[in-house]
């Protein structure tokens, strides 16, 4: 009966620290991206904001920059930079942010 109460604890405690809200520590490279790309939606610039977007479009646009079929001025030798687990980690990360 003791062991039952104690990992009932364990597993309440482990809930409460997955509900708290505590952001995810961002992927390598993905605090590259906000030296162009606003992370607020105050500032006005002709680069789009990519906090709060949707993962898979971020991902679909980093793909296309990379292979050359959407048209670029630094972002296709950027994105060449990047594995594609690299780019759907920061996409993640960038679309879990507000």
């Known amino acids: 009966m003791r062991a039952a109460g104690v990992a009932v604890a364990a597993v309440c405690l482990f809930a409460f ?18 030296s ?9 610039t002709p680069v789009p904001r990519l906090i709060g ?8 646009a980093m ?13 296709d030798r950027i994105a060449k930079g990047f594995s594609e687990a690299e780019i759907r980690a920061i996409a993640d990360w960038l679309g879990a942010q507000q």
């Open 53 to 60: 977007r949707k993962p898979v479009d971020i991902v679909a």
């Open 36 to 44: 162009c790309h606003p992370t607020s939606a105050k500032v006005q």
């Open 63 to 75: 793909l296309a920059f990379r292979s050359g079929q959407k048209p670029a001025t630094v972002m």
């Open 17 to 34: 620290a997955q509900g708290t809200g505590a952001a995810a520590p961002a992927p390598p490279g993905a605090a590259s991206c906000s």
